[in-house]
């Protein structure tokens, strides 16, 4: 089984900042960590491989230094790494973001399977995984945690809903994207980070990917933020006390008054 | 300080403060008070190849030196020394193994040990022979192609919880220290079993029981090295796995100072934190000059265990003492500074000094490292 494990690097959620003239996450000087879900899809890429064969692909669209989170991917057990990075790709919002992915999966001969984490915690739109699924012409299964079973081309997961889970059951290829329930990631090994060290990066451009141009980074960017902004506290704050009755009459009270 | 590691040693520690930090600290306290068996930590160290830095690689191990399991050690020992005993004991376990065994005993152990899906243990000690290991009871008695144990040894680390124990017993008593003999005993072999689990002072996550050998019947081929040569074997297991127990101090002494200086920066009475009072400021500084200094003595111990394989029993037992000797005392301050905060459960120290004392008894203990020390002085100074 072929499965590519789409990854991203985000700042490290403890130490979030906006550019308040650009609107935009201020990553100078912030710690870049692997998005915290897609720990959990790479894991799960993992040990479907360790029990069924195959081969895990690490793929991230950003710049060069996103080189640190892939290699940790494959000190976790990733077999291969690719990096799609390109100056054509800045800017990309989760549209052209879902076209450069595929591009760069269907360069690579396309996939069986595809694990993304349920969204990253700095864009937080989600957008990504469903997108990719759409863009690839696949099954799309969304929360998913647990994998209950890969057999005969299908595959069987568990969905997390808020009132318990639904059973899902969707031909290969599929996409998948995991909650943080589904495992727990394991600690890069030190035959993984020496095999890390060694293994050769991917890296795949604009041209490489035979991507059209209007398609990619800003320029195939519908999106346009138009202003970020913390929202304001807003609304009286009172406190009512005294014993439960007296606090249920000048409740009570209140309310007649809006009304 | 920069102690200058190679880019192995680095990834070593790497993994070794990942493990720790996101496995062991959050976990331990809880391990500490129900004391329970770190099994799932285990597992990750497992997972994460560490079971088999000290093993070679013709036996499924990583290939690395002293110097490698004490970088590891320090950082599972800053975390909890409980947790980091129960890992620990398995290379003391495997040590007899790996100095003296055959190569049939190695490829037949090693493997599982350096992959963690088997554990070992190492037993010596008895009621009545700890420090005087010639008090052993234990004895093994030959019976056509098996050897017959009986006896029993007391304190196991790792009892009940390891699958490969190497086991010293008197094979001939009347030949004194040369009618001693290391086996390997296996947990389903027939007339083994085990005591009571001990409640300890501390490192409570870790499990230490009695094991029973009631006409315990092993096969002939089971002997570590030969007939006779138990002591020996014993002498330079305890030389190599001294500086273990010493970067366990390291790494606890560290931890106590870490929380230490943390509080003592944010602790505010008479209007200051309690780190602007010279008092504080000059226990503090003894704290990181004990650590630091106990550090490059183990490092330079360990690093010249992996070149000289003999004469090391003088600078091994110098680094046990003054690593562990000096956890005993930075953990007592720690919780000094900490005061009544230190004294309660809520916070780390109270821990930290229970789990020092075991580090300055086990292994030997502190007075009988001394006393190595003093005998290798007598030796060394005898043509000068």
């Known amino acids: 089984m072929k499965i590519f494990v789409c990854v991203k690097q985000v700042p490290d959620a403890k130490d979030v900042r906006l550019d308040p003239k650009t609107n935009t996450l201020a990553r100078e000087g912030v710690e870049s960590i692997m998005n915290p879900y897609d720990r959990h899809a790479l894991e799960e890429a993992v040990r479907l491989k360790e029990a069924h064969g195959g081969t895990v692909t690490v793929l991230s669209m950003g710049p060069p230094q996103a080189e640190a989170t892939l290699r940790e991917a494959v000190s976790c057990g990733a077999d291969e790494m690719v990096l799609a990075s390109d100056r054509a790709f800045a800017g990309a919002d989760t549209w052209a973001t879902t076209y450069t992915l595929s591009m760069a999966i269907r360069k690579l001969g396309g996939a069986d399977l595809i694990l993304c984490g349920k969204q990253a915690i700095d864009g937080d739109t989600a957008q990504v995984g469903p997108g990719l699924a759409e863009r690839m012409n696949m099954p799309c299964i969304t929360y998913v945690r647990k994998v209950v079973a890969v057999a005969d081309g299908a595959i069987r997961v568990e969905r997390m809903m808020d009132d318990g889970y639904d059973l899902v059951e969707a031909e290969l290829p599929a996409l998948l994207t995991v909650v943080k329930e589904i495992n727990e990631p394991r600690i890069p090994s030190l035959k993984g980070k020496m095999k890390a060290k060694k293994q050769q990066l991917v890296m795949l451009s604009a041209a490489d990917i035979e991507a059209d141009p209007d398609q990619l980074g800003l320029k195939g960017s519908p999106t346009q933020v138009v202003r970020v902004f913390a929202p304001e506290m807003r609304g009286e704050r009172a406190m009512i006390e005294g014993t439960v009755d007296e606090q249920v009459a000048a409740l009570a009270a209140r309310l007649e008054a809006i009304l | ?384």
């Open chain 2, 1 to 384: 300080m920069d102690y200058f590691l190679s880019e192995e040693q680095q990834m070593i520690v790497d993994v070794a403060r990942q493990i720790t930090e996101e496995r062991i600290i959050p976990q331990r306290a809880e391990l500490d008070e129900k004391e329970e068996f770190p099994v799932d930590i285990l597992k990750a160290i497992a997972q994460a190849d560490l079971f088999g830095l000290y093993i070679p690689e013709e036996y499924g191990g990583f290939g690395g030196g002293s110097f490698d399991i004490v970088l590891a050690l320090e950082e599972f020992g800053r975390g909890c020394v409980g947790i980091a005993t129960a890992f620990a004991a398995n290379a003391l376990g495997a040590y007899p193994i790996l100095i003296s065994g055959s190569e049939e005993l190695k490829q037949k152990y090693l493997p599982d040990i350096a992959s963690g899906a088997k554990y070992a243990a190492f037993a010596l000690t008895e009621a009545n022979a700890g420090s005087d290991a010639s008090g052993i009871q234990t004895t093994a008695v030959l019976d056509g192609d098996h050897w017959v144990l009986n006896g029993s040894k007391q304190w196991i680390t790792n009892g009940g919880e390891a699958n490969i124990y190497t086991v010293i017993a008197i094979t001939d008593r009347a030949k004194g220290p040369r009618g001693a003999t290391m086996f390997v005993v296996e947990d389903t072999d027939p007339g083994f079993s085990y005591g009571a689990k001990e409640k300890k002072l501390g490192i409570r996550a870790s499990s230490t029981r009695e094991l029973v050998f009631k006409d315990c019947r092993i096969p002939k081929d089971r002997v570590i090295g030969r007939v006779g040569t138990g002591f020996i074997t014993v002498m330079r297991t305890l030389d190599l796995s001294r500086p273990g127990i010493a970067s366990l101090g390291v790494g606890l002494g560290q931890a106590a100072l870490d929380e230490a200086v943390r509080y003592a920066k944010q602790r505010v009475q008479f209007g200051k934190p309690i780190i602007s009072f010279q008092a504080v400021q000059h226990m503090l500084a003894d704290m990181a000059i004990q650590v630091e200094a106990s550090r490059a003595l183990v490092y330079a111990t360990a690093r010249n265990l992996d070149v000289n394989k003999s004469g090391v029993s003088k600078i091994s037992s110098m680094c046990k003492v003054m690593a562990t000797d000096m956890a005993m005392k930075v953990t007592t301050d720690a919780v000094q500074i900490l005061a009544g905060y230190g004294y309660m459960r809520e916070y780390p120290v109270e821990k930290m000094m229970r789990d020092a004392k075991i580090l300055q008894i086990y292994e030997g203990t502190n007075q009988i490292q001394r006393n190595v020390i003093g005998q290798e002085l007598n030796k060394e100074y005898i043509n000068k």
